[in-house]
């Protein structure tokens, strides 16, 4: 299991800064963004699409510094009701697959987006609650017209180019849950899996290292992202979690995304880490930084720190003690 890191907030430097900066952390891995909201900084999609010899210097770069690529990230909204915007969404989506399959790498990590609540709609529309009834029917509309239909064909897609699509979690989309991340998994197929990002979870209330395990259970976790989320009780206690505070007024939220270690202990971290394990999960730590409490710098090293603590660098011995 190595730690890695999602390069976005590293995209003020070049590629070659970036990776020669990382490796110096002893970071072992890296997540490319290639479109979407994630951007393209490191890797224009459409230059290294197709381009071997662009390719072949990209994957040179990455050995240099001894690391490995653990996803292309390009996160978006296929399911938009505004046709022009779905259908950048899903061009960025499938060229990430076949530029995937290209450089080798297993994984595309994204969102599942998120459909309008009816065919006529404009916006799209999170829907939280079965009643009144026509949230019920905009959620089955949601499902059963829109995003399973899609998502059966971008499965098949991404199964005859051997990559693995990671959803992440992610409230404001269709699938922010693991329930829902096994119901669009049964609906298309094995190539359809989790982006698994605990920040998203832990605001919802859901028990992170239990919901590792369930989705384990299904083979269904395809890459991890190491991000952590603090809960201020002192606004939750009053206004609940779902907040539409500026993320930029943080004394004034009920929750901020964290670095890791600042919202949970590394005892935590730790379970998280041996509950992979036991799923036998030995993919990237992901980091992600989006703590607007410190520079990217210094979140993503202090991030490093910990996980570099709680990673485990050998393989399990043999259970001596139980024969």
């Given at each position: 299991m190595?730690?890695?890191v999602?390069?976005v ?13 990382l490796?110096?952390?002893g ?5 490319l963004g290639?479109g979407g ?6 890797l224009p999609?459409?230059?290294y699409?197709n ?6 210097e990209?994957?040179?770069?990455i050995e240099e510094?001894d690391?490995w690529?653990?996803?292309l990230?390009?996160?978006?909204n296929?399911?938009?009701p ?17 530029l995937?399959n ?5 994984a595309v990590?994204?969102f ?5 609540g ?5 916006v799209p ?8 009834s026509e949230?019920d029917?905009?959620h089955?509309?949601q499902w ?5 239909p ?12 051997g990559?693995?699509?990671?959803i992440?979690m992610?409230?404001?989309m269709l ?7 096994l119901?669009?998994r049964?609906?298309?197929?094995e190539?359809i899996g989790?982006?698994?990002d605990p920040?998203?979870?832990y605001?919802?209330g ?10 384990g259970e299904h ?8 991000k ?8 939750a206690?009053?206004?609940?979690v ?7 007024e943080?004394?004034n939220?009920?929750w901020?995304?964290r ?5 949970h202990?590394?005892?935590?971290w730790?379970?998280i880490v041996?509950a992979?394990r ?6 990237a730590?992901?980091v992600e930084?989006?703590d607007?409490?410190t520079?990217s710098r210094e ?25």
């Amino acid at each position: 299991m190595d730690i890695g890191v999602l390069t976005v907030p590293l995209a003020d430097e070049s590629l070659e800064e970036a990776l020669a900066y990382l490796a110096n952390q002893g970071v072992g891995a890296v997540e490319l963004g290639c479109g979407g909201f994630v951007g393209d900084d490191h890797l224009p999609r459409k230059k290294y699409l197709n381009d071997t010899t662009k390719q072949e210097e990209l994957l040179d770069l990455i050995e240099e510094n001894d690391l490995w690529i653990s996803a292309l990230a390009t996160h978006n909204n296929p399911l938009h009701p505004d046709d022009e915007v779905a259908e950048a969404a899903n061009t960025e989506l499938r060229e990430a697959i076949r530029l995937a399959n290209q450089l080798g790498v297993d994984a595309v990590t994204c969102f599942s987006g998120l459909p309008s609540g009816g065919p006529n709609d404009e916006v799209p529309n999170w829907i939280t609650a079965p009643w009144p009834s026509e949230h019920d029917e905009a959620h089955t509309y949601q499902w059963e017209e829109v995003a399973i239909p899609y998502w059966r064909d971008v499965a098949e897609h991404a199964a005859n180019h051997g990559v693995d699509v990671a959803i992440e979690m992610h409230p404001n989309m269709l699938i922010h849950e693991p329930v829902g991340m096994l119901e669009l998994r049964n609906a298309t197929n094995e190539r359809i899996g989790a982006n698994f990002d605990p920040s998203h979870l832990y605001w919802q209330g859901i028990d992170v290292v239990e919901a590792i395990r369930l989705l384990g259970e299904h083979d269904a976790i395809h890459h991890f992202h190491a991000k952590d989320t603090k809960v201020y009780e002192s606004q939750a206690r009053y206004k609940g979690v779902l907040d539409t505070t500026p993320y930029t007024e943080e004394a004034n939220r009920s929750w901020l995304f964290r670095s890791v270690g600042y919202g949970h202990g590394e005892e935590h971290w730790k379970d998280i880490v041996s509950a992979l394990r036991m799923i036998e999960y030995d993919g990237a730590l992901s980091v992600e930084h989006e703590d607007s409490l410190t520079s990217s710098r210094e979140g993503l090293e202090k991030a490093i720190t910990l996980l570099q603590r709680a990673v485990f660098q050998t393989t399990p011995g043999e259970a001596y003690w139980a024969e």
